[in-house]
């Protein structure tokens, strides 16, 4: 799910803040540690979402450095209210969520910190998740799990939110950047192309899920089992996870009825 693993980010000189610690993993820790020059000190540690390959190391790196970690809040605290009802509901979002996670500063959109040589600037992005951040450095921007190198995000419900996802890949459009960094895979050197690919794979997906329903799917494994064939077997949870994004999303645009509601156990039906 990681890809080649978890890129953490150190950014500036003399006084620098670390972008997504990662795991929680000594070798890790030792790594980052390591790659300070004698001189400098973490002054920030900043997280893009509460995700354990992203934030677990957050306790551990703050007590070695003594840095304040940020982020945009714990777990759950970005939801929506329809994501928060289905929560209550008994919707689960599986594994990898970091329950754990509490910042000790909480970072909105638009809120800059800055260093010797060093401003970041952070953009609320929900969608792979609801407390998801990008940080903004000029035109370059560390884009966390909402635009990875490699592979397109996993969207999770209740955490994740296909609605979400795709605005904030829309909102990222409307700005040129240069580069993106991600924490999984390599530099993106075309945004543009990238953030528009993302949004086509999306939108594909959605076609392909309304002709499952239109050829009598009705059942989430169903609709798997046809929209995700060509995928590996290993992979269909995930994929499942991706699929229910997308069901809760055309329910709520009312393209679809969802009995008795939108959960990984009901009816799925074209209105």
Known sequence: MTGPGT???????????VIDPGPDDLAHLTAILAALDPAEEVSAILVTHPHLD?????PGLAAATGAPVLGYGQAGSGRS???????????TG?????????????????????GPDWALTAWHTPGHMAEHLCFAWEDV????????????????????D????LAS????????????????????????ARLAELAAHRR???TQILAALAAGAATLPEIVAIVYRDTPPHLHPAAARNALAHLIDLDERIRISAVPSPTPEARFLLR
Do not use: K
């Open 204 to 206: 594909d997906r959605e």
């Open 169 to 192: 890949l829309a909102r990222l459009a409307e700005t040129q950047w240069r580069r993106l960094l991600p924490t999984h895979g390599a530099p993106v050197e075309n945004p543009a």
């Open 94 to 114: 599986g594994e990898g969520v970091d329950h754990a996670f509490r910042p000790d500063l909480h970072l909105r959109h638009g809120e800059t910190l800055r």
């Open 162 to 165: 296909m609605g979400a996802y």
């Open 7 to 17: 890129t953490t980010w150190i950014v500036g000189s003399g006084r620098v803040a």
């Open 54 to 58: 992203h934030s677990a190391l957050a």
């Open 141 to 160: 921007l560390f884009s966390g799990d909402l635009v990875m190198g490699w592979a397109p995000s996993l969207v999770s419900p209740p955490d994740g």
């Open 81 to 91: 209210p329809r994501m928060q009802a289905l929560a209550q509901a008994g919707l």
